[in-house]
């Protein structure tokens, strides 16, 4: 093999050894800190995270301007499964949640909301500013519950 | 961390099974729907009608000579490098982001190869001609190596295999839609990141062999944004710079085995993502007991597969001349379907480029998620115009659709009047027009119903 070919093999040798250098390197860092997630998104303004404040009494029963859901979960099952919710933009959903063990809620709006629920039954409101479909997601197992068409 | 909305332990995981971006786009009305799905029937049977008779576009003499100084100046030196240039830094700049910048969702890494280089190369090469070619890092890197190892520049060891075609981008961009609609940590730094050294291990390695003709027929970006480029003005004729309208440079797209492959990934995969977030498809994979990637996968598949085999048996439902043997026809009518593609590709991504792109400008100033400005970009706001004004946005989409769609149906006309013979001209390109008018209504009514 004449020297110019050999050259020209370079680029190969070079990409397989650093292929397997990565490839060894890679087994070493765990695959996410997930305990110190720090999600530090600019858009979250202080006035969203109002909006999803749990209520832990059923006291405030839905007015006539908002849309109640009622989410059950039993163990690993949730009703409704993907279910489509007409809401206004800036509309008041009232979400009750009724569980039988604690767990986490994800709103896809822009930006993000989250909604940690415990045991039991509590309320929760959920409000969107822009129209959109916007996705009501339980984390682990992730399903999606509701899809907001919000307009 | 100065910035900071702490968002409880564990979310990385959950947002990821979403994919990027938050709220999507409202179903546009029915109506709309409706009267897009009309104009496409009504306009494809106008165009076969009325439609000239002799084929109009020729790439060996169509298109007007660009100004000298503008010929001068694209095929300078000077552009080149500072675009080779424009590649590489954004390249390492992003890749330092990926390599040591921490595993969030605002990671500008993600957004950066999600949005601004996978939706972003349709508006670029659109506009600008085929921009991904010009700044592809594995081509910089590859001519370097080239360079230093004394080799002809653009050579390989061997001759590119010229019945591979196409095919090996087909497999590439396959992988890509799979990790961005399928794969469940499609958002997690490591798998992304994995995907890219992969890529360009392979393009380098290929090129290495093959020389630079593997990255223009396997690089899954290089061979989409060329074929998007096809619809822009600018082209090439005997290696002068030339302006051509977008039909007749579409018409100058070589048809290579795989072309219709590449086509059909790039349609099917962008009908399965409105079609994946309907209510319905939810309902089915979120009560089976397997994990959902597998159902999404056979969904993806059939999609992908389902659009070529329509395209392969509609455009070779035809009467032939001796010339042209009939299973040659589906990759020499597949250009026509690339405008169909930007159409629905326009109404699909439109608001989430936008304005997930502009979040990723912002994020860009801060790779390592430490509240660094670099770019002085990082004090900027989204603008939801976009989103705040849904109707504007719908009729947007489904103009897009239709005038894709009348692009597609006269380059497919002028391709069947130059490549059929006469007594079938019409009738063999009923098929293909069938299926185009159907890939349109069945883009419109996922946009409608997702």
């Not at chain 2, 001068?72 to 490098?81: D, E, I």
């Not at chain 2, 590119?160 to 890509?176: K, N, T």
């Amino acid at each position: 093999m004449s020297a110019r070919a050999l050259a020209r093999l370079a680029p190969v040798v070079l990409v397989l050894a650093a292929g397997l250098s990565a490839c060894g390197g890679d087994e070493e860092p765990a695959p996410a800190d997930t305990s110190q997630t720090t999600s530090t998104d600019e858009t979250a303004a202080p006035e969203d995270d109002a909006t999803s404040t749990p209520t832990d009494d059923a006291t405030t029963a839905p007015e006539d301007d908002t849309v109640a859901v009622t989410v059950t979960r039993e163990g690993g099952d949730f009703t409704p499964n993907g279910e489509r919710v007409e809401l206004g933009v800036g509309q008041t959903l009232v979400l009750t949640i009724d569980a039988d063990e604690a767990g986490e809620l994800h709103v896809h709006s822009t930006p993000e909301q989250d909604i940690a629920y415990g045991a039991g039954t509590s309320e929760h409101e959920i409000t969107v500013d822009r129209p959109g479909v916007v996705e009501v997601e339980s984390h682990d197992p992730d399903l999606v519950l509701l899809q907001l068409e919000v307009r | 961390m100065s910035l900071t909305s702490t968002v409880p332990a564990g979310v990385g995981g959950a947002v990821s099974a979403h994919g990027l971006g938050g709220a999507k786009d409202l179903p546009i009305p029915s109506e709309l729907a409706i009267a897009g799905a009309v104009a496409a029937l009504v306009i494809s049977f106008t165009v076969l009608a009325v439609a000239w008779r002799e084929p109009r576009y020729d790439a060996a003499t169509s298109g007007r000579r660009a100004p000298e100084w503008l010929d001068r100046l694209v095929s300078s030196t000077a552009l080149t490098v500072a675009a080779r240039t424009f590649g590489m830094v954004a390249f390492l700049y992003v890749g330092a982001a990926a390599v040591l910048g921490q595993d969030t969702l605002i990671n500008p890494f993600l957004g950066t190869f999600y949005v601004l280089l996978w939706v972003g190369l349709v508006p670029a090469s659109l506009l600008l001609g085929p921009v991904f070619r010009a700044i592809s890092p594995a081509r910089t890197i590859s001519t370097l190596f080239s360079k230093v190892s004394g080799a002809p520049p653009g050579e390989g060891l061997y001759a590119y295999p010229a019945r591979l075609g196409y095919w090996p981008a087909a497999a590439g961009l396959f992988a890509f839609v799979w990790l961005e609609l399928v794969y469940p940590s499609s958002t997690d730094l490591g798998p992304v990141r994995l995907w890219c050294a992969a890529y360009l291990g392979i393009m380098l390695v290929g090129s290495a062999l093959f020389g630079t003709t593997f990255l223009a027929r396997a690089d899954p970006f290089e061979v989409y944004s060329s074929l998007v480029a096809k619809l822009s003005v600018w082209g090439r004729r005997d290696g002068r710079l030339v302006l051509r309208s977008p039909l007749a440079n579409l018409d100058t797209v070589v048809a290579r085995p795989g072309l219709v492959a590449v086509v059909a990934v790039l349609f099917g995969s962008t009908a399965f993502d409105s079609f994946r977030e309907s209510t319905a498809w939810l309902g089915v994979v979120q009560e089976m007991s397997v994990p959902r990637v597998l159902p999404d996968s056979l969904a993806l598949v059939v999609f992908c597969a389902g659009v070529g085999l329509v395209l392969a048996a509609a455009t070779m439902a035809t009467g032939v001349t001796d010339s042209t043997p009939r299973r040659a026809l589906p990759d020499l009518f597949a250009h026509s379907v690339v405008p169909i593609i930007v159409g629905y590709i326009v109404a699909h991504y439109l608001t989430y480029f936008v304005e997930y792109g502009q979040q990723t400008i912002i994020q860009l100033s801060d790779p390592f998620t430490r509240g660094d400005d670099y770019l002085g970009t990082a004090d900027l706001q989204v603008n939801y115009w976009l989103s705040m004004h849904p109707t504007f946005l719908a009729v947007t989409k489904v103009v897009a659709v239709a005038v894709g769609h009348v692009v597609g149906v006269v380059a497919a006309h002028d391709r069947a009047v130059r490549l059929l013979p006469r007594n079938h001209q019409l009738t063999g390109q009923l098929p293909l027009l069938l299926a185009m008018v159907g890939f349109t209504v069945g883009g419109l009514y996922l946009l409608f119903a997702a």
